[in-house]
């Protein structure tokens, strides 16, 4: 059996950028947080006046750690954590690529990668350490308030 000879063009498009694999979900959500800036500030304020680094930092992980905690949605706006959170990081993606970024992170962090690599041997001898041990591992569903 001869198998079908293939497209000249999915030759091609099979060494371009996949874009088929960022999920929609993300993309709409990413929009609500963007949408919700644009109200606020301005569709595309931070080509203009440029982003602050540590700022959008601090907010995208003030946002993920209130919906890690629980929290489906941001009290004042009521748009999902995880769309602001999306919506930051698209946000320092778009600033670092069209040279509005301020560079702002710690300086000299080439320590950070070696320390990871240190540490992470302890989380296997922690397991191993207490392997006998079946505690229970509390999550949201515990308590009964996942909005």
């Not at 700022?55 to 992980?61: E, G, L, N, W």
């Not at 949605?73 to 999306?86: E, F, M, Y």
């Amino acid at each position: 059996m001869s198998e079908k000879p293939t497209n000249p063009k999915d030759a091609i498009g099979a060494n371009k950028l996949p874009l088929h694999l960022w999920p929609p979900a993300a993309t709409a959500y990413g929009c609500i947080g963007l949408a919700e800036g644009a109200l606020k500030y301005g569709r595309g304020n931070w080509r203009e006046a440029g982003v602050k680094a540590s700022i959008y930092i601090d907010a995208c992980k003030r946002h993920l750690d209130a919906w890690f905690e629980g929290e489906e949605c941001a009290p004042d706006s009521g748009s999902p954590h995880l769309s602001n959170a999306l919506a930051c990081l698209a946000i320092l993606v778009d600033a670092k690529t069209t040279g509005k970024l301020i560079d702002d992170r710690n300086f000299n962090g080439a320590g950070y990668r070696a320390l990871v690599e240190q540490l992470t041997p302890q989380v296997q001898h922690l397991k191993d350490l207490f392997k006998d041990k079946s505690p229970r591992h509390f999550t949201i569903a515990d308590n009964g308030s996942a909005e």
